[in-house]
């Protein structure tokens, strides 16, 4: 049963627009989030997280926002380039849990010039 | 130099056989991971382990094993290797002590034939 839900298994979007990925998850015991983004052949790079206790986090042009009432957290990359495409994973983690992360299943971007 | 490395990157063998993966990283963490990602592109924890305290996915087969020769390293063990065990195995580490991100190594692609 997957805890964590990336339902858009892709997305295209134009060079220099919004790029906006979604994730939605099931466990309240979740407290900290995190995007991690993947070229083909390489492993998971972190992006961005952010804690259960806020509910927006900017770094540059990439921004997440959580809404903890709906159990779903977004990421937003303002203005979109070309290098940004690749598989984004969302992926959360549970302080008593051994902190071992939990992933989506990924979306793959793709941003056209 | 690569903070998380894995070896081998590509490791092709037959059903039945034992072969181990091996994970070094150099960033001082004192907790390492290892992930597989499946042929639906799932990434999904497989251990997490440091000094004091192994934790162990309840889904992974006992046939896998981490060993810790020390604190920068955990190898993966396979023993008799099933096709199923064919995916991608990507080793992380992390700060322990709370949450943060993992940094992960390249990934060992097994493929058993």
């Known amino acids: 049963d997957q805890q964590v839900k990336q339902n858009s298994p892709s997305l295209s979007v134009q060079e220099g627009r919004i790029s906006i990925l979604n994730c939605d998850y099931t466990?309240?015991?979740?407290?900290?989030f995190l995007w991690y983004k993947k070229y083909p052949a390489e492993g998971p790079t972190f992006l961005i997280s952010?804690?259960?206790?806020?509910d927006k986090n900017e770094d540059g042009r990439f921004t997440v926002f959580l809404n903890k009432s709906a159990k779903h957290l977004s990421l937003h990359i303002v203005p979109s380039q070309p290098g940004d495409s690749a598989v984004y994973f969302c992926?959360?983690?549970?302080?008593?849990?051994?902190?071992?992360?939990?992933f989506g299943g990924g979306t793959r971007l793709m941003v056209k010039p | 130099d690569t903070a998380v490395s894995q070896t081998p990157k590509y490791l092709v063998t037959q059903m039945g056989n034992d072969k181990s993966i091996k994970c070094e990283q150099n960033?001082?963490?004192?907790?390492m991971y290892w992930y597989k990602q499946d042929s639906k592109k799932f990434l999904k924890i497989m251990f997490s382990?440091?000094?004091?305290?192994?934790?162990i996915n309840e889904t992974v087969p006992n046939r896998f094993s981490p060993k810790s020769p020390d604190k920068a390293h955990l190898n993966l063990h396979i023993n008799s290797l099933e096709l199923g065990d064919s995916a991608v195995y990507f080793c992380?580490?992390?700060?322990?002590?709370?949450?943060?991100?993992?940094?992960f190594g390249q990934g060992t692609r097994l493929t058993v034939v």
């Open positions: 992380a580490s992390s700060q322990g002590g709370g949450p943060g991100k993992a940094f």
């Open positions: 466990n309240s015991m979740f407290d900290y």
């Open positions: 952010i804690s259960s206790i806020k």
């Open positions: 992926a959360a983690s549970d302080n008593n849990a051994g902190n071992m992360l939990t």
């Open positions: 960033l001082g963490h004192d907790t």
């Open positions: 382990y440091n000094n004091k305290e192994l934790i």
